[in-house]
């Protein structure tokens, strides 16, 4: 496990765990991120995908305030029935993150747990059902959700909510600013992982309280704070 930062976070006080999909428990943007490596691949492999990765991470804040806009003009339906034809006759194909299904397993049997994603409910659904996880998880808020998507910290609100957990209890986990700033926003404790888009600099300077270098390092973490018997 590589520590990026000292954590303040009292995790004995904490009662729900809320996390986000793409970067964080799915591994599946890397398929965006290696097209569009490709296409600039004139400056150089290593370039390109540093390149690429940055553009599908800033790309994260504007298609979020788009999606809100569409939702609040009543377009949002229309818009995103393209994705649902699509997969109505395409199966989603989601990859996991290495390690994360022994720490949601474990910290469900001790706690509720959350996904708070910009996708859609049903991919969202179908990435859970696809890796047998449906079951740890008591809520799942998608763009769906919530009329405000992050880093508003409406679907963080909403998930505290639906869990009947006070906000400041949870622990919103993400790999990209928008994800730290909806957590503290809403009044959250905020871990942000390098296994997705975020650079620990730019997670750092929108509020992470704990920077971890994937998801799964959470595990040997909290089993030496709180889990011995894990």
């Given amino acids: 496990m590589a520590l990026k930062t000292e ?81 109505g006759t395409t199966p989603y194909d989601f990859r996991i993150m290495a390690g994360v299904k022994p720490l949601l397993t474990t910290l469900a049997g001790r706690l509720p747990l959350a996904v708070v994603s910009t996708r859609s409910a049903a991919a969202s659904r179908a990435f859970l059902a696809q890796h047998d996880l449906s079951g ?21 609100r909403f998930a505290a909510q639906a869990l ?10 993400g790999d990209t600013p928008p994800d730290i700033r909806a957590a503290r926003r809403a009044g959250a404790w905020a871990v942000g992982v390098l296994c997705g888009f975020g650079e620990e600099r730019e997670l750092r300077r929108a509020g992470a309280h704990l920077i971890l270098s994937s998801t799964a390092d959470l595990l040997p973490l909290l089993s030496s704070l709180l889990l011995p018997n894990s």
């Avoid at 740890?136 to 679907?155: G, N």
């Fill in 136 to 156: 740890l998880f008591t809520v799942v808020v998608t763009r769906e959700s919530t009329p405000r998507l992050k880093p508003h910290p409406a679907p963080v």
């Fill in 164 to 173: 009947g957990v006070p906000v400041e209890a949870c622990v919103m986990v």
């Fill in 7 to 87: 954590s303040n976070i009292p995790f004995d006080q904490v009662r729900a765990w809320l996390f986000d999909l793409d970067g964080t428990l799915m591994d599946t943007d890397d398929q965006s991120v290696e097209a569009l490596a490709r296409r600039l691949g004139f400056l150089g492999e290593r370039r390109a995908r540093r390149l690429a990765r940055r553009a599908v991470m800033f790309g994260e804040t504007p298609l979020n305030a788009a999606a809100t806009t569409l939702d609040a003009l009543g377009l949002d339906t229309l818009v995103f029935s393209r994705e649902k034809r699509l997969h």
